[in-house]
């Protein structure tokens, strides 16, 4: 690392050049190559899935992504003569839009079934010639065009469906803008030099910058959700000024204790560079986690937002100590500056609001360890009543057009028209045509049906669907309870005697084999995820006591952040006041994502404040005086980062997108927990309790473990002096000018 470091200081035009280059060329080949996302939620091997290739494979015209165009009338009704010329007109001029297949309305003899039985509420559909990923902002907004210029006095029209959500107009890059300038802020108030202040914003943004466009390329060779390129941007700048943060801290100690530039910045990358790489390890390791459930939605998403720490990493220790030595020593403040020039180098102790909480921990131990533990408790108690689902239009915010066409489709057909579900099965003779039309009348008469459509057959009479629409909306756990009694009651009751194979998909249906899945390889996953991470912190503090600590802590964070998430999402605490729609349930994949991300991030801090710690400990074998040092020395800079962290994610939200702001909410709450509560109060507390044990090691595995060090150079000779000694032998001793009498 320190000749890493040492070259990029000598040649740091190089060094910033290549970076330049780097960011300007893959911005180039993403604008030349454009984007290719995708959300394709289906998994292979389950209902839903060979339900929908099914269909793909019978019904090829359905292909195409299906849109809503919804009309009401405050007065009259839909049926009235001028509403019906002007509807009809409108719809024709959609049906000759370019990328419509077809639009099916509700007037004519095969439609009524699309007008309310109080006739004031009627729709039509808007079939595309290609899925709605493919289909373009433009075209969208040619029909969305169309349909709006036919409102008039006592006539609403609105519009549904993936397509038109594209229209739904981004709040541009607010987010990101808002989150940057409280960074900047939080840094200037930190550093009290402009220039040192910009350097940590501008190393995430060249190293982010670059992951986000390189994200875009990334999405033609894999699938990669739409929402991937945002969550980077989001994790990218919490980590990325946070990384540089650290680095930027250690190099402004170095010049204060009177270092050269160049030395202070080797120094820095030589010391913090070294925990920077390694917890942008573990993030990546938790990330890539995702990669043993198999499913190639989330192979994208994991794949993105590690390339984006990567990058974020690699800026920081490279590209930061080419800028920290164009900028000399400006990294200090002007009264840091005349201070050192008047008085000297001097030791920097730890004084202030850190040393009196160090000493306040080390008095207290098992009373702010409780109260902690009771904060962690109350805040996760939410996550009990976690409930896996669709989120769907209907929790739009309710000025959107979106959520407008859902509310009045509700109302006007009931709830369960906004979900259908769709049976589809192979057909192989009249026996089976019987079956399945005695099979609309059972389903009539099924609990939770509203309505069922008449069989559809293909060409060739080989393959059929019918269409259930349910009498509980999409995301309630009423139309789960539909799906599964289809699927084990209704259906093979219906099918006995036959060659039937009725498969039921729809959105619901979808999104439950989703949530199955990944309820089902969440164990393994979360074990693999806490298990690699244990490992490395086992053989980089060479400690069991340090890792067991970790992984319970992780878990807690992770579960206070569900509990957050849970309150204000699912039970709709503040989402309506946030513009984030109504209450609904929880994504099925954010759980993975979430475990993924929150995991990694939390050992940042466990990594940064304990190996301050075990830099004292090697040094001393003074575990009181490791732990008090440790704490007081990293808490104000934990601290700063915390707050740069929850600025920029809870920024996020501003960014209108429910599942972005899902991810800000629940990572802002789970680092303002790991910061505030669990690494600077109950991990320290834990630590003086359990005194010299913290760091032991049986000496067999001490043996077999490789070496990975985390801490400077010059303490790795007192390291292998302080392994022979017995932790019986190790005396708790106070004689340090950084101690602080209790």
């Known amino acids: ?53 099914l269909l793909q494979e019978g019904f090829p015209g359905l292909g195409g992504d299906s849109d809503t165009v919804v009309w009401h009338t405050t007065g009259g009704s839909v049926r009235a003569a001028d509403v019906e010329q002007d509807m009809t007109r409108t719809l024709d001029r959609i049906a000759a839009l370019p990328g419509v297949a077809s639009v099916s309305g509700p007037y004519g003899g095969q439609g009524t079934h699309r007008i309310s039985a109080d006739g004031r509420t009627a729709y039509a559909t808007v079939t595309f010639t290609r899925p709605s990923e493919e289909i373009g902002k433009a075209e969208a907004q040619a029909v969305v065009r169309t349909a709006k210029a036919a409102e008039g006095d006592g006539l ?96 402004r100690r170095g010049l204060k204790r009177g270092l050269s530039v160049t ?37 994208g998403v994991a794949v993105a937002a590690s390339l984006t720490v990567v990058l974020t990493v690699a800026a920081s220790v490279t590209l930061l100590p080419a800028l920290l030595s164009y900028l000399g020593p400006r990294a200090l403040s002007r009264r840091e500056r005349r201070r ?117 057959y293909d060409t060739g009479g080989d393959t059929a ?132 991300v929150l995991f990694g991030l939390s050992m940042d801090y466990q990594v940064f404040l304990v190996s301050r710690m075990y830099e004292e400990w090697l040094e001393t074998g003074d575990n009181r005086r490791a732990v008090r040092v440790g704490l007081a020395e990293t808490s104000r800079v934990i601290n700063s980062a915390a707050v740069i962290m929850i600025s920029v994610f809870l920024a996020f939200v501003l960014s209108g997108d429910r599942v972005i702001a899902m991810f800000g909410i629940a990572l802002a709450s789970a680092v303002a927990l790991d910061a505030f509560v669990l690494r600077t109060l109950l991990v320290p507390a834990l630590m003086h309790l359990l005194g010299p044990a913290n760091w032991w090691l049986p000496a067999w595995l001490e043996r077999r473990l490789p070496r990975i060090s985390i801490e400077p150079p010059e303490c790795r000779t007192a390291h292998e002096r302080l392994g022979t000694v017995p932790v019986a032998h190790l005396r708790e001793e106070q004689h340090d000018v950084r101690d602080i009498p209790g």
Request: charged share 15%; glycine share 12%.
């Open 340 to 456: 050192l020039a008047a008085h000297g180098p001097r030791p920097e102790l730890p004084t202030g609001l850190a040393a009196r909480w160090s000493a306040l921990v080390e008095r207290h131990p098992k009373l702010l360890g409780a109260l902690a533990l009771a904060v962690v408790a109350v805040l996760a108690l939410p996550t009990l009543s976690l409930h896996l689902g669709t989120s769907d239009q209907g929790n739009d915010p309710r000025t959107s057009t979106t959520r407008k066409a859902y509310d009045l489709l509700a109302a006007g057909f009931g709830p369960g028209v906004n979900g259908p579900l769709t049976l589809v099965t192979r057909v192989e003779g009249a026996a089976d045509k019987l079956a399945l039309d005695n099979l609309g009348t059972t389903l009539r008469d099924t609990q939770g049906v509203a309505s069922v459509t008449p069989v559809a």
């Open 465 to 596: 669907y019918l269409t259930v629409v349910p009498d509980s909306a999409p995301q309630s756990q009423d139309t789960s309870a539909l799906v599964d009694r289809l699927r084990t009651e209704v259906l093979p009751r219906a099918q006995t005697g036959t060659s039937l194979d009725v498969q039921v998909g729809g959105v619901t249906a979808g999104y439950d084999d989703f949530a199955d899945v990944i309820v089902g390889k969440l164990p393994l996953f979360v074990g693999s995820v806490v298990g690699l991470g244990c490992l490395l912190l086992l053989v980089a503090f060479r400690s069991l006591g340090i890792p067991a600590k970790a992984a319970a802590m992780n878990i807690a964070a992770v579960a206070a952040a569900f509990g957050v998430v849970v309150a204000v999402f699912q039970w709709g605490w503040g989402s309506e006041l946030l513009g984030l729609g109504r209450a609904g349930p929880i994504e099925p994949f954010l759980p993975v994502i979430m475990v993924s």
């Open 156 to 251: 609403q029209v609105e519009l549904g469906g993936d397509a038109i959500a594209l229209t739904a107009s981004p709040r541009e890059h607010t987010a990101e803008l808002v989150g940057v300038l409280v960074a900047a802020v939080v840094l200037f108030l930190a550093f009290g030099s402009l220039a040192a202040s910009a350097l940590p914003i501008a190393t995430a943004l060249v190293g982010v910058g670059t992951a986000y466009a390189g994200i875009g390329l990334l999405g033609h060779a894999m699938t990669v959700a739409d929402f991937a390129p945002m969550l980077g941007m989001l994790i990218g700048l919490g980590v990325g000024i946070d990384y540089a943060l650290f680095i930027v801290t250690r190099h």
């Open 263 to 299: 030395e202070a910045a080797v120094s820095a990358v030589a010391t913090t560079g070294r925990a920077v790489v390694f917890a942008g390890a573990t993030v990546c390791i938790a990330l890539l986690g995702m990669l043993i459930l198999r499913l190639g939605f989330l192979n």
């Open 1 to 53: 690392m320190a000749e890493l470091a040492r070259w990029c200081v000598r040649h740091r035009l190089i060094a910033v050049l290549l970076w330049l280059l780097a960011f300007g060329g893959v911005s180039a080949a993403a604008a030349v190559a454009g984007t290719s996302y995708s959300n394709d939620y289906e998994v292979p091997g389950t209902e839903s899935g060979r339900a929908t290739q």
